[in-house]
Structures are given as structure tokens and as C-alpha cells.
């Protein structure tokens, strides 16, 4: 069964520095998304992409957040200068167009530690 | 954010016996509910979903209701088995938007 998949699993990283989360989306699928989770709170929203666009974002994903397709099976999100506060489970979703109530399919996610 | 929440943190059940678990949301435009479950070190899976005009929804063992007029949501799980020991997350999201508002979890544990 086909699925989202993310690299890497585990990304320890200095605060100032930038990250890039890669994510390969499901292949037939043509929304994107990117939420995270914060040690002990809910799963949140951070963007959705459509069509090389940026369809919506949340108020999370400030000028220091920015999401690419570099071609046509990555997906990737990218944090300039982190901040300890960024440190969360960052999690890649897709979905089809047709699916016809939402249906958004995640991927293992990536530990970001900020340190 | 407290659109969605799911009251109970966990919930204990004898395998076999039906699992239970609630949601209740606040927005009256959520249109489409769905249901995760979350092992440690993975990404939610989708296990069912169901839209505003429909009050239930049944895939195998897994069975998700709707009540509109109280904005409660529940999943239904029969039989329960220790495989569907997990965390369980509903999420919700209106007509006129992709994103998924999400509850806080129940952490369902299976026991023989």
C-alpha cells in the first residue's frame, strides 16, 4: 500500500540554523500538507499547498517557514533560523483530489530537537 | 484552540468488549470528522471518516457516529483487539478548508 514517507527520522540541529524536512508524498495524491506536534499537545496545522501554491497556512508558519516541490515527488519544508520552540514532531500529510471527506494520509513524521 | 475535545485521556478495555471512544467539537461549520490512530514513533493513520449529513459510518470493525444537534462524534470499535491499543485522535475540518483541527487524544489500551 502506498504511503507517505519523511526524512530523516531524527534532526538535532543548533537554534539559528536551517533545516529542510523532506517528505515524498503519496504519488497519485495532489494536496500537501505539513503539521507538527509539540511534545504533550495536539496535532497542529502549519500548511497546505496545491498546485505549486500555498492554498493555506496558519499563523505558525511565519516569513521564517517556507514550503517547496522542488520536482515531482519531494515535498519539503523549511525553517530558517530555528528556535528551541520549534522543537516538535513535524508531520507530512497528502491527500487525493477526490477524496471526499478530507481524507489526509501522514507520514512517520520527523523529530526536530533545536537545541 | 479548543474546537475539538476529546474528554477522556484513556481508556481501558477487555478484548472482545466494545471500545468507545468521544469526541465533541464547538464549530458548527466543521463538515467532515475523521478518525486517527497513533503508535509511538508513527504518523496518524487514517482508520474512518464521515461528512455532516450523515450520522453514521461503518468500515468493518470500526464504526464512527454523528450527532450534529450535540456536536458529539464517537468511534465504536467491536470487537476490540490488543492491536487496536493506541493512541486514538478525531480531527475535524469545515467545507471550505483542508485544515484539520485536531483533538487532544484517548489512549485506548486493549488487555486480554
Known amino acids: 500500500e502506498p504511503e507517505v514517507t519523511q526524512t530523516p527520522s531524527h534532526q538535532v540541529t543548533q537554534m539559528g540554523q536551517e533545516v529542510i524536512l523532506r517528505c515524498v508524498p503519496i504519488?497519485?495524491?495532489?494536496?500537501f500538507y505539513w503539521y507538527r506536534q509539540i511534545l504533550g499537545q495536539k496535532v497542529e496545522f502549519l500548511v497546505s499547498?496545491?498546485?505549486?501554491?500555498?492554498?493555506?497556512k496558519s499563523e505558525i508558519f511565519d516569513d521564517q517557514f517556507s514550503v517547496e516541490r522542488p520536482d515531482g515527488s519531494n515535498f519539503t519544508l523549511k525553517i530558517r533560523s530555528t528556535k528551541l520552540e520549534d522543537s516538535a514532531m513535524y508531520f507530512c500529510?497528502?491527500?487525493?483530489?477526490?477524496?471526499?471527506?478530507?481524507?489526509?494520509?501522514f507520514g512517520p513524521g520527523t523529530r526536530l530537537t533545536v537545541l | 484552540d479548543q474546537q475539538v475535545k476529546q474528554n477522556s485521556p484513556s481508556l481501558s478495555v477487555q478484548e472482545g468488549r466494545i471500545s468507545i471512544l468521544n469526541c465533541d467539537y464547538t464549530?458548527?461549520?466543521?463538515?467532515?470528522f475523521l478518525w486517527y490512530k497513533k503508535y509511538p514513533a508513527e504518523g496518524p493513520t487514517f482508520l474512518i471518516s464521515?461528512?455532516?449529513?450523515?450520522d453514521k459510518n461503518e468500515d468493518g470493525r470500526f464504526t464512527v457516529f454523528l450527532n450534529k444537534s450535540a456536536k458529539h462524534l464517537s468511534l465504536h470499535i467491536v470487537p476490540s483487539q490488543p492491536g487496536d491499543s493506541a493512541v486514538y485522535f478525531c480531527?475535524?475540518?469545515?467545507?471550505?478548508?483542508?485544515?484539520?483541527?485536531f483533538g487532544t487524544g484517548t489512549r485506548l489500551q486493549v488487555f486480554p
Open positions: 500529510a497528502s491527500r487525493r483530489s477526490d477524496s471526499p471527506y478530507n481524507e489526509q494520509f
Open positions: 504519488s497519485n495524491h495532489l494536496y
Open positions: 499547498f496545491y498546485n505549486n501554491e500555498i492554498s493555506e
Open positions: 464549530n458548527s461549520m466543521f463538515d467532515y
Open positions: 464521515i461528512s455532516s449529513i450523515k
Open positions: 480531527a475535524a475540518s469545515a467545507y471550505n478548508t483542508d485544515k484539520l483541527i
